[in-house]
Every structure is written in structure tokens, then in C-alpha cells.
């Protein structure tokens, strides 16, 4: 009995022996987010790694890292993108303007009012999309894809150090700091402020120090960096973009899988995104109740104050069209998703309503 046992355990272990060698991997994906377990990126690609490595019977593995491991910043990473040393890198519009000037798109103000709308516009499929996935592929010599856009760290508001912002006269004169893009620039410029470009790295310093007295970031974010110990005190919620992460992947990489496993990729990407609309939510509820608990202050402009933020930003939306190659295209792209949006979700709510 007990050889006949044995010799069955050892047949056994041959055959799993035998059987491992299908399961093992044949892809490995090497993604990096700039950010800390924290952030909304890193709950996105746990989901991503959970999900693909899963759905692909471990013929995928995922190796993340979170920081500055693999590169330091927008351009060497997204170098790194391009030639193959890294697989998938996220980055907000600001970090990739100078490889693709066009994403700025995502950075102009006040047209998109909610989270509903955001991401209807933002699902992958939409013409709006599609349109940005292939002008990243024409501008990178097919070399980069986009494969989502999703979120890092809510919306965009104003805030400060020195007084309440309930419109833009009280931005007059402030010394505001943008990331190192051109569209930044312009919308404090055409509210009145100055405008200083500052790396997120050195924007707690820059405050505590009055390089700078305000900045333009979601609550998470400015919790998550402590800028209120920097005397970062005042925050209106004028939402005036959505703050959109690019997630971006090398073509070759993506392209040398089967069908099936290209399939397993798109799909964690739509599971990537759907995390990180969902993170902010959940995170921001404590992040203002810190914010209020140290002494900040938050105010909510009324519909007419934020009608008058709109119309001081005009100008921006002639400047992106006139300034930027291929502006006028994406513009139009993106307006006409936003409109589709609006209806299909506005129909919806007033079914739900009745």
C-alpha cells in the first residue's frame, strides 16, 4: 500500500513537473507610476496586475514600481516608453506636453462639469478616445499607444494661501504655480494671476517659502503632500479640469502578444480605469474633512461665480486652437464628445428622475 502510494505521489509530481512549463509566464509587463501607494495610480495597477495576471492563466506577470526606480520624471520615462525599457508609465497631460503637445486638451478648463460627464468622455471606445489613441500612435512613429484614460486625484480647484477665491478678481496679482506646460500658463495668466512652473517635487517648499502663494491641485493631492503644514489655507471648488491620467504602453511590446492576450491587456486597462474614477471618491471624503480639521477653509462658487471663472478662460480655448499642432482637431473632438455626453447622461437622469 504504501509503495503504491508512493509511486502514485511520484507520478504525480512528474506530471506536475511536466504541466508547469504551459503554465508559466510568457509576458512580462514592467509598469511604473511616479507616485506612492497612496495615490489613485497605485490602486490602479494593483487592480491591472490582479486582473491580468489572473485572466491570462499566469501566462502574464506584472512587476510594478512605484516611484522613481525605473526613471525620474515625464520625459525619461516615456523614453523609456518608446524604446521598450519600460512597458506602461502613467502621466498627467502636463507630463507628456512636450512629446504630445495635443494632451493639453485634457487641461482646458471648464468643459467638462462633473464626474458623470468626465467619464462618459473618458470611456474607452468614444470617438474622443479613439482619436487621441491614434494621434499618440502617428506622433510616437507607432512606437506608443494609449491604452486608457483614467483619473489622479479628482478635479482641479484653486488653492491658496492668502485670501478666498470667489472669482477671478480675487486672483489678481497672486503668484500661482503651474506644471511645466504652456496651457497651465495661459488659464492663470487669463485670470489675472502669475503665473510660476515649479516640478511637484519642490511645490511644498515653493509655498512655505512664498516662491509661490497658490497652486491648482485636487484635495487628495493636497492633503497627500501636507501643503496645508506649508500654509496652504484656502480652496474653491471651481472643478475647472478633470485631472486626466494617461496611461501609456509600447507598442511592440503590446503588438508581439496573441489576440487573446491583447485582449486580457485591454480588458485590465477598462478595469485599470474604472478604479481609478472610483479612488478620488472614496479618498477626498477624508482628505476634506483633515483639510477643514487643520484650519482650511473650502468654498463652493455659485453658478453665476462660476460662469464668470468660464468666461475669464475664453481666451485660453483660442490660444490652444491657434497654438497647438493639431489643436483645433482635438478641440472640436472633444466638444463634440462632451456634447454626446451631456445629452446621454441628461436623459438618463431625467428618466431616473420621473
Known amino acids: 500500500m504504501l509503495k503504491t502510494t508512493l509511486k502514485t505521489l511520484a507520478f504525480a509530481g512528474v506530471m506536475a513537473g511536466i504541466a508547469l512549463p504551459a503554465m508559466a509566464q510568457d509576458f512580462t509587463i514592467r509598469a511604473t507610476a511616479n507616485s506612492n501607494e497612496n495615490d489613485e495610480d497605485y490602486d490602479g495597477l494593483v487592480v491591472f496586475k490582479d486582473y491580468v495576471e489572473a485572466a491570462s492563466n499566469g501566462r502574464i506577470a506584472v512587476e510594478m514600481f512605484i516611484g522613481t526606480q525605473l526613471c525620474a520624471n515625464g520625459a525619461e520615462c516615456m523614453q523609456g516608453v518608446g524604446d521598450g525599457t519600460i512597458d506602461v508609465y502613467i502621466s498627467t497631460s502636463g507630463g507628456t506636453a512636450g512629446i504630445f503637445p495635443f494632451v493639453q486638451v485634457l487641461d482646458l478648463p471648464y468643459l467638462m462639469s462633473d464626474d458623470r460627464i468626465a467619464e462618459t468622455v473618458l470611456a474607452n471606445g468614444s470617438d474622443f478616445v479613439r482619436t487621441m489613441q491614434q494621434k499618440t500612435l502617428d ?5 506608443i499607444r494609449l491604452m486608457t484614460i483614467g483619473n489622479t486625484g479628482g478635479w482641479r480647484n484653486f488653492a491658496n494661501t492668502e ?10 496679482g497672486l503668484k500661482m ?13 487669463a485670470m489675472g494671476a502669475s503665473a510660476t512652473p515649479i516640478p511637484w517635487p519642490e511645490l511644498f517648499t515653493s509655498l512655505q517659502t512664498g516662491v509661490v502663494e497658490g497652486t491648482a491641485n485636487g484635495i487628495t493631492d493636497i492633503m497627500g503632500m501636507k501643503f496645508p503644514d506649508a500654509g496652504l489655507k484656502y480652496l474653491t471648488l471651481d472643478g475647472h479640469s478633470y485631472m486626466g491620467a494617461l496611461w501609456y504602453m509600447n507598442n511592440e511590446k503590446f503588438m508581439s502578444m496573441p489576440e487573446d492576450l491583447r485582449r486580457v491587456v485591454v480588458d485590465g486597462f477598462v478595469r485599470l480605469q474604472q478604479a481609478t474614477f472610483a479612488s478620488p471618491k472614496r479618498k477626498s471624503i477624508d482628505a476634506y474633512a483633515e483639510f477643514a480639521a487643520v484650519g482650511g477653509e473650502v468654498y463652493v462658487p455659485s ?4 460662469a464668470a471663472f468660464k468666461d475669464a478662460a475664453a481666451p485660453v480655448y483660442d490660444w490652444f486652437k491657434a497654438n497647438i499642432d493639431g489643436g483645433a482637431e482635438i478641440f472640436d473632438a472633444l466638444t463634440a464628445e462632451v456634447a454626446k455626453a451631456e445629452e446621454t447622461v441628461n436623459l438618463a437622469r431625467a428618466a431616473d428622475m420621473n
Open 139 to 143: 506622433m510616437s512613429g507607432g512606437s
Open 177 to 189: 504655480r503651474t506644471v511645466v506646460a504652456d496651457l497651465p500658463v495661459e488659464l492663470v495668466k
Open 163 to 172: 485670501r478666498r477665491i470667489s472669482g477671478p478678481a480675487d486672483m489678481e
Open 303 to 306: 453658478p453665476e461665480e462660476k
